[in-house]
């Protein structure tokens, strides 16, 4: 599995006039790949993964990829930042939701489902309601939903975005851990530069408004890695490159409130 | 903190008993004018009167029997309208001018224009009584359906959620709290009316026993089928409370 994005662009039509939000965002992934997109805020993160999904429709530019589903579609799956799991669902339910969708039955569902559970720790809370949980918690749910779907692509906008610190590396570490044994290509949107050289195999950072890929850059390091990986000389070099990218484009985007 | 819970449950049963001693004191002392006011003990004893001689459980019935006939006339079609017109910004744009226009009339007093279609029946009363559920309804569920997070629609259909799924997965289960609510408006309506209703055009009912007891001047039978009705809208709103507990555990447990 392989995708390509050619030229994609998408404008939003408000009352005021037109938003450019992409302007030819032009990548490839490879299967089994961890790409980490960086950018500062409002530079379409968001609207890149809501197209590759197929949420949302290019204005211009398309997405190629080679397809095992019957409708011809990207199989995909989207972690959101918060909100993504149904509050009206328990637990298993929720991790069990994209079978459902593909229409498969009860008992071979909740199986899968609870495997997948067991591996975030969360057997314990299988029955439980969302709210019953933390927040960290409820992001492992959005997690184990995702991963349990068994997508061709796995697409996660800022999902530790809005934890601490701590829960943030515990939780990094474990999605490296379920992602080892179930590769997938991934597409990871953050703004924390920090995260996306530790998970990344590479890193694409993007330009504010309207939003460009600006640079490819490969993460010299291999894998498992650890904590201490981050502190090693070339790593922190990497990180000192984006950030003189992202630089500017914060301080314009400070200058220039919208 | 438990003690305290428990304090202030007990405190509004206290204050009604605490009111009641007086007033019944004040009228055995001859303060209070007994045929106003009749002593509580001579409206509880009207009351057992009432019941065992099957005058208060047959009338109960008639109104009983019109608020649910009428509610079920008129919530279920406010509940489908109102799923539709959540989900459709086509249908709102149709209904809601339509909605706007009607929902503010008193419902009582499109009762003549009913008789008249309807003639002075059965029919006539449960039809308005209807009429007024339908409206809390509608607009209830139409609100518990816009309420729904769009990320939750956008789950759905990412992963491959095909529209009668996201209808009992997403705008069913979301809509639940304000399409219960909406139950329990349409209720205390369907009481409201139907109680009205009687006071006005009915031989049997709570309503009418009322209007009766106010002709005869019989007040201690007046204040014992008040109570009567307060009882029945009381246990409405338990049995909607308990509805809500069962079907709602999200919810209800988030707001304890």
Redesign the interface.
């Known amino acids: 599995m392989r995708f390509e994005c050619h030229n994609l662009c998408k404008v939003y039509l408000t009352r005021d006039g037109s938003v450019t939000a992409l302007d030819g965002v032009t990548f490839a992934a490879e299967q089994e790949e961890f790409v980490c997109i960086v950018g500062p805020s409002g530079c379409g993160k968001t609207t890149l993964l809501?197209l590759i999904?197929?949420?949302l429709e290019p204005t211009v530019g398309r997405i190629t990829f080679d397809s095992d589903?019957a409708d011809g579609?990207l199989?995909?799956?989207?972690v959101?930042q918060e909100?993504?799991v149904?509050?009206?669902?328990t637990v298993l339910d929720n991790v069990a939701?994209?079978l459902?969708?593909?229409g498969v039955g009860r008992q071979d569902r909740y199986a899968r489902a609870r495997a997948f559970i067991r591996k975030v720790g969360l057997s314990a809370f299988a029955n439980n309601?969302?709210?019953?949980l933390s927040v960290g918690m409820r992001q492992r749910v959005g997690i184990a939903r995702a991963f349990v779907?068994d997508p061709q692509v796995l697409l996660m906008d800022e999902p530790f975005g809005s934890l601490d610190a701590q829960t943030k590396l515990v939780l990094q570490e474990e999605l490296l851990r379920i992602w080892k044994d179930n590769r997938k290509l991934v597409v990871y949107v953050t703004h924390d530069i920090e995260e996306a050289v530790l998970l990344a195999d590479r890193v694409l950072v993007m330009s504010g408004r309207p939003g460009r890929i600006r640079e490819e850059i490969q993460v010299p390091l291999g894998r498992p890695r650890n904590l201490s990986d981050r502190e090693r000389p070339e790593v922190v070099e990497v990180k000192l490159r984006i950030w003189g990218m992202l630089e500017d484009e914060v301080r314009q985007g400070l200058e220039m409130p919208t | 903190m438990k003690k305290t819970m428990r304090l202030e449950r007990w405190l509004p049963v206290a204050l009604v008993a605490g009111i009641l001693a007086v007033w019944e004191w004040q009228v055995s002392a001859g303060r209070m004018s007994a045929l106003f006011f009749p002593a509580p003990s001579t409206i509880a004893a009207t009351f057992a009167r009432l019941l065992t001689t099957c005058v208060l459980p047959a009338n109960i019935v008639a109104t009983l029997s019109r608020v649910f006939v009428g509610l079920a006339l008129g919530a279920i079609p406010g509940l489908i309208l109102g799923l539709a017109m959540g989900s459709s910004s086509r249908l709102r744009a149709v209904f809601d001018p339509l909605i706007a226009a009607l929902h503010p009339l008193p419902k009582i007093a499109v009762l003549p224009l009913i008789m008249i279609i309807f003639g002075i029946g059965e029919t006539s009363k449960v039809v308005v009584v209807a009429i007024a559920c339908f409206f809390p309804m509608l607009i209830s569920t139409a609100a518990g359906v816009r309420q729904i997070h769009p990320i939750y629609f956008e789950v759905a259909e990412n992963y491959g959620g095909r529209l009668l799924q996201v209808f009992t997965r997403v705008v069913l289960p979301g809509s639940l709290p304000l399409v219960l609510s909406g139950l329990r408006l349409a209720l205390n309506t369907a009481l409201l009316l139907a109680i009205a209703v009687e006071l006005v055009s009915a031989r049997e009912g709570l309503g009418s026993m009322i209007w009766f007891a106010w002709e005869t001047l019989r007040t201690e039978e007046l204040y014992a089928t008040l109570a009567t009705t307060a009882a029945l809208g009381i246990s409405f709103n338990i049995v909607v409370q308990y509805l809500t507990a069962k079907l709602v555990p999200w919810q209800v447990e988030r707001e304890g």
């Open positions: 809501k999904a197929g949420l589903a579609r199989r995909s799956a989207l959101f909100h993504g149904f509050p009206w669902m939701f994209g459902e969708m593909q309601y969302p709210h019953e779907a």
